[in-house]
């Protein structure tokens, strides 16, 4: 049976790939693609005699990248929580905001209120907003339901999603996110009677890819999360962990010896947690947008993670409370500006060091042959325009499996 080839052509790429310097640049590049794989991404001198293609299109030196990959998401909720920034403005800490009974809790109810298709529905504007910017794959986590039928209603909507979308979506189970109203003071009954039968119900569904849990003073202790994350390695479930954005409670390092992909915002991270992640292979996810919307003023160890060797991904953190972001391309500005990437490091965090933190680097964030052919073509002279520019998005055409998706 023929299988056709479409050329993307007369590019200029940046790969990613890690074997090669830098960004992996190709000029006077090309991309071939076959039923939605890359078969060829180099220069297009290097083409084989007589490759055979059934279309071309050329696309006049634009850059071609990975398309990008938001590894840390909570785009599914309902509601907003716009008055807790004005409460912000006004004084208020986010742990004192959450013991008011506001964040998190707060959008529990709305989202309580909805089904999943309700959920989805209003989830729809935030996704088109990351794919209006290059995005081919989201991960979207639960835990603003904390019921089990609210959380499964939430990986449902997630998985919607990627049905109404040209877009990959890796779904997270995070009903260890907060303690709900009913159970305060009870976080253990709280686990026992939600978190463990909701997950066990959720990996029977084929609802969650991953496992994820808040480790901090105001949602769970690490004895907590190590009860949740060995029902998830029972289960087969991979986990990763928001650690240490708030007060170091060694959750970072509680991630790296269950395994965890990745360990994410990372603020308060210290040397045994830096060297626990480097030995794990976890990715570190940082989350500038939490940052700014916080008003923060602790950095993650950023040159600590460098001398170790540990992957750096980064991600809008996409929420309705702190990190109301949807612009991977503010994100990538974010994390230079305000937390010390170079253009290399913020560009490889949204593609390769991504997909790593979702288990998907075999099959996305780098261009050459064998992955998924999922690209973004730029209108710029150059990648560092990606991470310099504010509020302009040169986006010329994302590519999802092969096709023009906008």
Same mark, same amino acid.
């Given at each position: 049976?023929?299988?056709?080839?479409?050329?993307?052509?007369?590019?200029?790429?940046?790969?990613?790939?890690?074997?090669?310097?830098?960004? *992996?640049?190709?000029?006077?590049?090309?991309?071939?693609?076959?039923?939605?794989?890359?078969?060829?991404?180099?220069?297009?001198?290097?083409?084989?005699?007589?490759?055979?293609?059934?279309?071309?299109?050329?696309?006049?030196?634009?850059?071609?990248?990975?398309?990008?990959?938001?590894?840390?998401?909570?785009?599914?909720?309902?509601?907003?929580?716009?008055?807790?920034?004005?409460?912000?403005?006004?004084?208020?800490?986010?742990?004192?905001?959450?013991?008011?009974?506001?964040?998190?809790?707060?959008?529990?109810?709305?989202?309580?209120?909805?089904?999943?298709?309700?959920?989805?529905?209003? /989830?729809?504007?935030?996704?088109?907003?990351?794919?209006?910017?290059?995005?081919?794959?989201?991960?979207?986590?639960?835990?603003?339901?904390?019921?089990?039928?609210?959380?499964?209603?939430?990986?449902?909507?997630?998985?919607?999603?990627?049905?109404?979308?040209?877009?990959?979506?890796?779904?997270?189970? %995070?009903?260890?996110?907060?303690?709900?109203?009913?159970?305060?003071?009870?976080?253990?009954?709280?686990?026992?009677?939600?978190?463990?039968?909701?997950?066990?119900?959720?990996?029977?569904?084929?609802?969650?890819?991953?496992?994820?849990?808040?480790?901090?003073?105001?949602?769970?202790?690490?004895?907590?999360?190590?009860?949740?994350?060995?029902?998830?390695?029972?289960?087969?479930?991979? !986990?990763?962990?928001?650690?240490?954005?708030?007060?170091?409670?060694? *959750?970072?390092?509680?991630?790296?010896?269950?395994?965890?992909?990745?360990?994410?915002?990372?603020?308060?991270?210290?040397?045994?947690?830096?060297?626990?992640?480097?030995?794990?292979?976890?990715?570190?996810?940082?989350?500038?947008?939490?940052?700014?919307? %916080?008003?923060?003023?602790?950095?993650?160890?950023?040159?600590?993670?460098?001398?170790?060797?540990?992957?750096?991904?980064?991600?809008?953190?996409?929420?309705?409370?702190?990190?109301?972001?949807? /612009?991977?391309?503010?994100?990538?500005?974010?994390?230079?500006?305000?937390?010390?990437?170079?253009?290399?490091?913020?560009?490889? *965090?949204?593609?390769?060091?991504?997909?790593?933190?979702?288990?998907?680097?075999?099959?996305?964030?780098?261009?050459?042959?064998?992955? /998924?052919?999922?690209?973004?073509?730029?209108? !710029?002279?150059?990648?560092?325009?990606?991470?310099?520019?504010?509020?302009?998005?040169?986006?010329?055409?994302?590519?999802?499996? *092969?096709?023009?998706?906008?």
């Amino acid at each position: 049976m023929h299988r056709p080839v479409r050329l993307w052509r007369n590019l200029r790429l940046a790969t990613l790939r890690p074997d090669l310097p830098g960004l *992996g640049t190709v000029e006077a590049a090309a991309l071939a693609v076959r039923q939605g794989r890359i078969v060829f991404a180099g220069a297009e001198a290097d083409l084989p005699p007589g490759f055979a293609v059934d279309e071309a299109v050329d696309c006049g030196g634009r850059w071609a990248l990975p398309a990008w990959i938001d590894c840390h998401t909570h785009l599914v909720y309902g509601g907003d929580r716009a008055h807790e920034f004005e409460m912000r403005l006004a004084g208020a800490t986010y742990a004192e905001i959450a013991r008011a009974g506001g964040g998190i809790a707060a959008t529990v109810a709305a989202t309580r209120a909805l089904d999943a298709e309700g959920l989805a529905a209003a /989830s729809l504007p935030r996704l088109d907003a990351l794919l209006a910017e290059g995005v081919g794959t989201v991960e979207i986590k639960s835990g603003y339901g904390l019921t089990v039928e609210s959380e499964l209603a939430m990986l449902r909507a997630a998985r919607r999603l990627g049905e109404l979308r040209p877009v990959r979506v890796s779904a997270t189970y %995070l009903a260890a996110h907060a303690t709900p109203p009913e159970y305060a003071g009870r976080n253990a009954d709280y686990i026992a009677e939600v978190v463990l039968p909701g997950m066990v119900r959720a990996r029977a569904e084929g609802l969650a890819d991953m496992v994820d849990g808040f480790c901090e003073g105001i949602a769970f202790s690490p004895a907590e999360i190590a009860t949740v994350f060995a029902e998830a390695r029972r289960l087969g479930l991979p !986990v990763k962990l928001h650690a240490e954005q708030l007060s170091d409670l060694g *959750g970072a390092a509680l991630a790296a010896r269950h395994g965890a992909r990745s360990a994410e915002h990372l603020e308060w991270l210290n040397p045994e947690g830096v060297a626990a992640m480097a030995k794990a292979g976890t990715v570190a996810v940082l989350l500038p947008g939490a940052f700014y919307t %916080l008003r923060e003023t602790r950095r993650p160890p950023v040159q600590a993670l460098r001398d170790a060797g540990v992957a750096m991904a980064v991600s809008t953190d996409a929420n309705p409370g702190t990190s109301p972001l949807t /612009s991977p391309l503010l994100a990538m500005n974010m994390a230079a500006t305000l937390f010390g990437l170079t253009v290399e490091e913020a560009i490889a *965090g949204f593609t390769r060091n991504a997909a790593k933190a979702l288990g998907l680097e075999a099959e996305t964030g780098t261009l050459e042959a064998g992955k /998924s052919a999922d690209f973004a073509i730029w209108s !710029v002279e150059r990648p560092a325009e990606l991470v310099y520019r504010l509020g302009f998005n040169p986006l010329h055409l994302r590519v999802f499996q *092969g096709e023009a998706a906008s």
